[in-house]
């Protein structure tokens, strides 16, 4: 059964507050499983949905969430079944997974990802989703979004790269399913890890595609935008002009 629990997002004089503390959600994968999810909610604003890197869990977001909702844009972080810890916020849906025997690759996550576009379409009701990955998910990013034309309006990758040869894919997987994106792109990294995605960057036919480095050396994955990192206000200024364009 669905867990959705009232709203705690009120519109005051045309601006969203945000409460630090989300909403708990469960909805389930294609296989079954439960997934386990952090919701913000914020009436009426375009939706991302947030997925994280390897080993962690829907708690990379816990701080990165609410600074979205003051920009205008609802949030839906998840715990994809291949992960971990991170800030404290153990991986739910990565613990039931294991409890079932069932397998925790980055691939596997892909179910989870695909179920939570289903999920905010069916349920939360938008026609549309912002698409956000963290490292290994930022890869899936593009695999997601090119299988869900018409249903991903627009996507963020922080860290990606061609990461699933060893899973048996080849090593220009992701660069094939960026081929196929018409929609709006963001890409950014650390700035060691450029060369990491820009080939997949390159190959992008959108007209509406942007990437940032740091000057200095960055962070991988979305925890760049972490107020304890000197570059987060780089970061943030950046990922704050590509979403003003989408609402």
């Given at each position: 059964?669905?867990?959705?629990?009232?709203a705690?997002?009120?519109?005051?004089?045309?601006?969203?507050?945000?409460?630090?503390?989300?909403?708990?959600?469960?909805?389930?994968?294609?296989?079954?499983?439960?997934?386990t999810a952090?919701?913000?909610p914020?009436?009426g604003?375009?939706l991302?949905?947030?997925?994280?890197?390897?080993?962690?869990?829907?708690?990379?977001?816990?701080?990165?969430a609410?600074?979205?909702?003051?920009q205008?844009?609802?949030?839906?972080?998840?715990?994809?079944?291949?992960?971990g810890e991170?800030n404290?916020?153990?991986?739910?849906?990565?613990k039931?997974?294991?409890?079932?025997?069932?397998?925790?690759?980055?691939?596997?996550?892909?179910?989870?990802?695909?179920a939570t576009?289903?999920?905010?379409?069916?349920?939360?009701?938008?026609?549309?989703?912002?698409?956000w990955?963290?490292?290994?998910?930022?890869?899936?990013a593009?695999?997601?979004?090119?299988?869900?034309?018409?249903?991903v309006?627009?996507?963020?990758?922080f860290?990606p790269?061609?990461?699933?040869?060893?899973?048996?894919?080849?090593?220009?997987?992701?660069?094939?399913?960026?081929?196929?994106?018409?929609?709006?792109?963001?890409?950014?990294?650390?700035?060691?890890e450029?060369?990491?995605?820009?080939?997949i960057?390159?190959?992008?036919?959108?007209?509406?595609?942007?990437?940032?480095?740091?000057?200095t050396?960055?962070?991988?994955?979305?925890?760049?935008?972490?107020k304890?990192f000197?570059?987060?206000?780089?970061?943030?200024?950046?990922?704050?002009?590509?979403?003003?364009?989408?609402?």
């Amino acid at each position: 059964m669905y867990k959705v629990f009232l709203a705690s997002i009120f519109l005051l004089t045309g601006t969203i507050f945000a409460q630090e503390v989300p909403q708990p959600l469960e909805f389930p994968s294609g296989d079954g499983l439960m997934i386990t999810a952090d919701y913000y909610p914020a009436k009426g604003a375009p939706l991302i949905l947030l997925f994280h890197q390897a080993g962690w869990s829907r708690g990379e977001y816990r701080e990165t969430a609410p600074w979205l909702n003051a920009q205008g844009f609802a949030c839906l972080a998840i715990d994809q079944r291949s992960g971990g810890e991170v800030n404290g916020v153990v991986n739910a849906t990565h613990k039931r997974a294991l409890d079932k025997g069932l397998p925790t690759t980055y691939l596997d996550a892909v179910q989870d990802m695909q179920a939570t576009v289903d999920y905010a379409l069916s349920v939360l009701g938008v026609k549309t989703v912002i698409v956000w990955g963290s490292s290994y998910s930022s890869a899936l990013a593009f695999v997601l979004s090119a299988n869900n034309p018409g249903k991903v309006r627009a996507m963020l990758a922080f860290a990606p790269g061609e990461y699933f040869s060893r899973f048996g894919k080849s090593d220009h997987f992701i660069a094939d399913h960026a081929r196929k994106l018409k929609i709006p792109v963001f890409v950014t990294s650390a700035k060691k890890e450029y060369e990491n995605w820009k080939n997949i960057f390159s190959v992008i036919p959108s007209k509406e595609k942007s990437s940032f480095l740091p000057v200095t050396a960055g962070q991988h994955g979305s925890r760049a935008l972490w107020k304890k990192f000197p570059e987060h206000k780089a970061y943030r200024a950046a990922v704050k002009a590509f979403l003003q364009k989408l609402k």
